[in-house]
């Protein structure tokens, strides 16, 4: 389909997704101190504290779908959740909310902001089994190498009757 940084990437007719094929080894130091703050060789943020700031609006509009379907108070897992921006609108609504954050930097800056935070992803992490509501993935899917073991992890993880919340970019 295209070659972008140095990675090739495919799509599938059928569904037009995109992938980078081979994934990254270590896909962990992508998400570096630099990826958040300095948009190095035009990859990553600027300043992903400001830049977030554009998605309030459209985390808000989330906040209301998952209220309609799991109102607060209920447990929610961020899977992706960055510094936690969204993290944040949903303990502000009610709900009690844990992350997940593949990049250290960025889970150290939500614990900086007294976040629930674990460092990781949602294979690896340590939660008991049935234990959350709800689950978002918010722009996670189109960084992962093995979907369904992400998603493995996830059902586990939520109750009988518990939500899976997830977004992801369009290239067109």
Do not use: W
């Not at 060789?41 to 554009?54: P, S």
């Not at 906040?63 to 899977?79: C, G, M, Q, S, T």
């Not at 093995?146 to 369009?170: Q, S, Y």
């Amino acid at each position: 389909y295209a070659r972008r940084r140095g990675f090739d990437l495919f799509r599938f007719d059928s569904c037009r997704v995109i992938f980078v094929f081979p994934p990254p080894q270590h896909i962990e130091e992508v998400y570096s101190a630099d990826y958040f703050t300095g948009a190095v060789n035009g990859h990553g943020y600027v300043d992903y504290e400001r830049e977030k700031l554009a998605m309030v609006e459209t985390f808000k509009e989330y906040l209301r779908r998952i209220k309609n379907r799991k109102p607060a108070p209920a447990h929610l897992l961020d899977v992706g959740a960055a510094t936690g921006t969204f993290m944040q609108l949903a303990i502000d609504e009610g709900y009690t909310v844990e992350g997940v954050e593949l990049s250290a930097y960025a889970a150290q800056a939500a614990r900086d902001k007294g976040l629930k935070v674990q460092t990781g992803k949602i294979e690896d992490v340590s939660f008991q089994p049935e234990s959350f509501d709800i689950i978002t993935m918010f722009d996670v899917f189109e960084h992962i190498s093995n979907p369904i073991e992400v998603l493995g992890a996830a059902r586990k993880l939520l109750k009988p009757g518990g939500i899976l919340v997830v977004n992801t970019v369009d290239a067109d």
